[in-house]
């Protein structure tokens, strides 16, 4: 018999059936967790590179910043100490100009700030004091000149709006401030000779103040910007900051499989998962369904009073149900798995009982059913009625027998019973009807006693009288026979007709050949 495991709790099928919801919404938060950490560890990477890069690129500067004021130190304290000055500043000068073109102008001033001499040449002093920003040089040379050391001046715009500083040297002769050199650097100029090309195809780079004003700027792309970082530009100071900018580049074609991959391996599963809850949701309704079928058929096996037994094609006993077991006496446990013969089968019928059972495996058993005596497990014989029919499984293959049983002994019972009180009303009938035949049969009785009296009168008359002779009574003797037999055969038809008999049975004549 088909077994039904217990049903499952409602809360837990449905935290079964949440299972997969839970599931695809933690893979799709591990899905986009793990894209957005990598976006993320991308941005840090190029973050990283970025500051890398710029502190590379600040170093470079201060490090060429830095030898110029050396050189210019180097040439303060030459011009200081030398008698032949103006041939030294226009060596020396001219050397430092040739290696280092991030400087435009170098100015050798007095004590007064009178340009003693100046390179490039070409242009006098005083219109290159004017074209330099009279007053930023002035406030340069006086903090130079207070200080005691080299200083950079605030940038300051010329014609074309060029952004420059300047960087002025004190000149010392016997401890005794005797001038200034005064280099010019266009911020442009800078940009343009000590940022690689390397690093403009990869990065914009500006200067800007703290108002964000753009001074210089180098680049060579051209995109939307990604990230920028800003460093302090010092020297030469004054809020100058050096920002870097980097843009947007093409995304590497191997992290555009592994997205895709990522992509479409958490589509497969999401799928996947959908399916497993799809499928969860329809076996909980293929159970839930096949519980009410079981439901229903124990209430139909339990309502049932025809037994039903099932067999497999070898004879083996594979289901009974309870009214067949409530027949026989047996219960399911002594029933199912055994084989002929069957503990229910009578003794004495074994051998007709095996071959009946021998025609139903072979296909043979009558379609309207047979009758044949088992017995119960106390011993007690009843009569069956069977009928057998094929045993088909759900894929269509003939599997076995089921036969459905019928106790018939209390209906034989009930029809012997019946039968007696057919007979008994009858019998009943017969007697009615005699006596509605009593005065008819009491006429014809009359008749032939009637005549007995009157024979037998005469006959005493005669032989009463003094000439008798016996010859003359023996008619009416005869007579008085004949009508005696006549009034017993009367009644022995009428005896013969209400008497309770049974039948007679004989065997018919056969003729001879």
């Not at 560890?41 to 710029?54: F, P, Q, S, T, W």
């Not at 911020?187 to 210089?216: C, G, M, S």
């Not at 302090?232 to 991959?261: E, H, I, M």
Request: hydrophobic share 40%; glycine share 6%; charged share 25%.
């Amino acid at each position: 018999m088909l077994q039904i495991t217990r049903p499952t709790n409602t809360r837990q099928l449905r935290w079964f059936l949440a299972l997969p919801k839970l599931g695809i919404v933690l893979l799709l938060a591990a899905v986009i967790a793990l894209l957005w950490m990598l976006h993320q560890n991308e941005l840090e990477e190029e973050r990283a590179g970025l500051i890398k890069d710029v502190l590379w690129l600040e170093q470079n500067l201060r490090f060429q910043l830095n030898g110029n004021e050396e050189r210019l130190q180097q040439l303060a304290a030459d011009l200081g100490g030398n008698n032949d000055r103006k041939r030294t500043f226009r060596l020396r000068a001219g050397h430092i100009l040739a290696n280092n073109p991030e400087i435009s102008h170098l100015l050798w001033l007095d004590a007064k700030r009178t340009i003693i001499n100046s390179l490039p040449a070409g242009e006098s002093p005083d219109s290159e004091m004017e074209s330099f920003g009279p007053a930023t040089t002035q406030k340069t040379f006086e903090l130079a000149q207070r200080l005691g050391k080299r200083v950079y001046s605030e940038p300051f715009l010329l014609s074309g709006n060029v952004a420059h500083f300047e960087m002025a040297a004190p000149i010392y002769v016997d401890r005794r401030f005797v001038g200034e050199l005064i280099a010019i650097y266009p911020l442009q100029t800078l940009l343009n000779d000590h940022v690689p090309w390397w690093f403009a195809e990869k990065y914009r780079v500006i200067v800007v103040d703290e108002n964000d004003t753009q001074f210089a700027a180098k680049s060579n792309i051209e995109g939307t910007p990604s990230i920028s970082y800003d460093l302090p530009f010092d020297p030469p100071g004054y809020g100058l900051k050096l920002r870097v900018t980097s843009y947007k580049s093409a995304v590497n074609p191997v992290q555009r499989l592994l997205a895709a991959a990522i992509i479409i391996l958490a589509a497969g599963v999401f799928w996947s998962l959908w399916i497993v809850r799809d499928l969860m949701k329809k076996r909980s309704q293929a159970e839930q369904a096949l519980r009410a079928e079981h439901a229903f058929r124990t209430a139909m096996e339990d309502s049932l009073t025809v037994g039903m037994r099932a067999r497999d094609l070898q004879g083996r006993v594979i289901y009974v149900n309870p009214a067949f077991c409530k027949i026989t006496g047996f219960s399911r446990e002594e029933l199912v798995g055994t084989t002929p013969p069957m503990a229910y089968w009578v003794p004495e019928q074994i051998d007709e009982t095996f071959a009946l059972h021998q025609a139903v495996l072979a296909g043979n058993a009558p379609k309207e059913g047979f009758e044949i005596t088992f017995q119960r497990k106390n011993g007690e014989h009843f009569e069956a009625l069977v009928y057998e029919a094929k045993l088909i499984d759900g894929n269509g293959q003939h599997t076995g027998w089921m036969a459905s049983v019928l106790d018939i002994s209390e209906r034989k019972r009930t029809e012997e019973l019946a039968r007696q009180q057919q007979e008994q009303l009858q019998f009943t009938a017969r007697l009615v009807t005699m006596g509605e035949m009593a005065s008819t049969l009491a006429h014809e009785l009359n008749q032939p006693l009637a005549a007995i009296a009157s024979y037998n009168t005469g006959c005493l008359n005669l032989m009463s009288s003094a000439d008798f002779k016996v010859d003359e009574i023996r008619p009416a003797l005869e007579k008085i026979g004949t009508q005696a037999q006549r009034a017993g055969k009367i009644i022995r038809r009428v005896h013969d007709f209400v008497r309770k008999s049974e039948p007679k049975r004989a065997l018919p004549n056969r003729r001879r050949h």
